[in-house]
C-alpha cells in the first residue's frame, strides 16, 4: 500500500462537531459585531514580511522566532500572516478609507499562523474573530469594543471569563516607565537573577519581563514599579474613563499591571480576556489601542483600537450543542420507488426540510439501517405499492410509527405531526 501523506504538524482539520462549533462562532460573532456597525473585510494570509516586521515589532517574540517566511520564486520575503491587525492596517491605508469615512469598523476571520510548540490551546494554524476600529481617539471607543467582545462573548454562552486591564501609557510617558522599570531590574541582579529570556528582554523589550511565566521572575517583579503610577495625566484621564464606562454596564474586570501584550504596537488601553478552564494558555481574546500603527506604515495619522479572539480557544470552552439533526431520509426500494423519493427530496429541500436520499447499495434491511444512522427524525420509504398509488410511507424515527401519506402532502404531514418540522 502506499504512504499516505500527513497533516503538518500543529495545523488541523476540522470535521463536526468541531467546524459546527467555528460556524457558530463566527455567526454569532457577525450579528453581535455588525449591530455596532462593523463590515467584514477579508485580507489574504501572505503579505511581504516587512509589514510584520514594522508593525508587530523586530523584537517580539513572534518576529524573532515564530513567523512562517520564506522567499517566493523572485526572492521576495514572504510571511503566513501571524495575526490580522498588520494586514487589515495595510488594507486600510491602500484603500485610503480615512478619505471615506472618518470611523471604520472592520471585522476579520481566518487562519493565522505562528511557528509556536503546539499544545492544548496552541496551534501553528489557529483561526481569529478580529475587530478593528479606526479613526477615534476616544476612550469610548475603547470601553464600546470592550463591551462588544463581552457581549458577543455572553451571547455564545462562554462564561466564567476575566477580564483583564492596563493602561501602557503613551510615548511621552512610556519612556519614564521603562526607565523606572529597567533601573528596578537592574537592582535585583543580587537576587538570584531574572531568567535567561527576561535579562535579554532587559536590553530589547524590558516590558516584556512583566508577563514572564517563570515563578521566579514573577516573584522578583511582584513589587516592580506599575504603569498606571506612570501614565501622564492625559493617559489617565483616558483610561479612568474607559473604567467608569465598564463600571456603567456592570462589566466586571480586574486591573493586571503585567499586561502589556506581546506585541509592540499597543500603547494606552491594553486588556485580555483569560479562562481558568482550558490550561497554560489561558487567554481567549485579547487587544488594545494602537494610536501610531497606521501612520508608522506610512498611512494617515489614525488612531485605532482592536481586539482578536482565538476561536479554538473559544471553541473548548463552549457549551455542548444538539447536534442539528436531518428532517428525512429517504429510500427507494425499487427503480420507480427510487426516482420517486428522488424527486421528492428535491421538491421538500425547496420547502426548507433538510435529508438526504439514500444513495447506497444493498437491500432493504441495509437502506434502514443507514437511515437509523443519518439520525432523521423521519424515513420515507417508497415501494412498489407507494410508486403506483402515489403516496410514500412516513416512518417516525423515534417512535417506530408509520402511516401512508399522499406524495403531494408530506410537507404538510412532517410540519402537523406533533413535536413537526419547522420549515420556511
Ligand atoms: P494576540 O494576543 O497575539 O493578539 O492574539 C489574540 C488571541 O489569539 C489570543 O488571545 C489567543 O486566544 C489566540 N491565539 C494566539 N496565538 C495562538 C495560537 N498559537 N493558537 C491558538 N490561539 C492563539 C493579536 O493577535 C492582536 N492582533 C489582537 C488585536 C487586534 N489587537 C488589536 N487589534
Keep these: ?34 449591530r455596532c456597525g462593523f463590515v467584514e473585510l477579508r485580507t489574504p494570509v501572505l503579505e511581504y514580511t516587512d509589514l510584520f516586521r514594522r508593525s508587530i515589532g523586530e523584537e517580539t517574540d513572534v518576529v524573532q522566532k515564530e513567523m512562517f517566511t520564506f522567499p517566493d520564486r523572485n526572492d521576495r520575503l514572504m510571511t503566513m500572516r501571524p495575526e490580522a491587525t498588520a494586514g487589515v492596517m495595510r488594507a486600510y491605508i491602500e484603500d485610503a478609507r480615512h478619505t471615506r469615512e472618518s470611523v471604520s469598523r472592520l471585522f476579520t476571520t481566518g487562519p493565522m499562523f505562528r511557528y509556536e510548540r503546539p499544545q492544548k490551546g496552541r496551534m501553528r494554524q489557529f483561526h481569529q474573530l478580529n475587530c478593528e476600529c479606526l479613526g477615534s481617539h476616544s476612550p469610548y471607543a475603547d470601553a464600546d469594543m470592550i463591551i462588544m467582545l463581552m457581549r ?67 516573584r522578583l517583579t511582584d513589587a516592580a514599579p506599575r504603569l498606571l503610577d506612570y501614565n ?15 463600571e456603567a454596564e456592570k462589566i466586571p474586570y480586574e486591573l493586571d499591571h503585567r499586561l ?22 489561558s487567554a481567549v481574546a485579547g487587544g488594545g489601542r494602537y494610536d501610531g500603527l497606521v501612520k508608522s506604515l506610512g498611512g494617515p495619522d489614525v488612531p485605532g483600537v482592536g481586539f482578536a479572539c482565538g476561536m479554538e480557544r473559544l471553541a473548548l470552552l463552549l457549551p455542548e450543542r444538539p447536534a442539528p439533526r436531518l428532517d428525512f431520509y429517504a429510500v427507494g426500494m425499487n427503480e420507480a420507488g427510487r426516482d420517486v423519493c428522488f424527486s421528492l427530496a428535491q421538491r421538500l429541500r425547496e420547502a426548507g426540510l433538510t435529508g438526504e436520499v439514500h444513495t447506497g447499495d444493498g437491500g432493504f434491511k441495509s437502506s434502514m439501517r443507514q437511515a437509523g444512522k443519518s439520525g432523521a427524525r423521519y424515513c420515507l420509504i417508497v415501494g412498489e405499492d407507494e410508486a403506483a398509488s402515489g403516496t410514500v410511507m412516513v416512518k417516525n424515527m423515534d417512535s417506530g410509527e408509520q402511516q401512508a401519506v399522499p406524495q403531494s402532502g408530506v410537507v404538510e404531514h412532517l410540519a402537523s405531526t406533533p413535536g413537526g418540522i419547522e420549515h420556511e
Design 1 to 34: 500500500m502506499a504512504a499516505h501523506v500527513t497533516r503538518i504538524k500543529g495545523f488541523a482539520d476540522m470535521f463536526p462537531p468541531d467546524s459546527d462549533a467555528f460556524l457558530f462562532l463566527e455567526e454569532t460573532a457577525r450579528r453581535i459585531f455588525s
Design 152 to 218: 458577543f462573548l455572553r451571547e455564545a454562552g462562554l462564561t466564567e471569563l476575566t477580564l483583564k486591564l492596563n493602561s501602557l501609557g503613551c510615548a511621552s510617558c512610556r519612556p519614564r516607565f521603562k526607565e523606572a522599570l529597567v533601573d528596578y531590574l537592574k537592582g535585583l541582579a543580587g537576587e538570584g537573577g531574572l531568567c535567561e529570556d527576561c535579562t535579554r528582554r532587559m536590553q530589547t523589550n524590558p516590558l516584556r519581563v512583566l508577563d514572564c511565566k517563570q515563578e521566579g521572575c514573577r
Design 232 to 246: 501622564c495625566p492625559d493617559c489617565r484621564a483616558h483610561f479612568d474613563t474607559v473604567v467608569r464606562l465598564l
Design 260 to 281: 502589556v501584550r506581546g506585541l509592540d504596537y499597543y500603547c494606552r488601553t491594553t486588556f485580555e480576556v483569560v479562562s481558568g478552564n482550558i490550561g497554560s494558555q
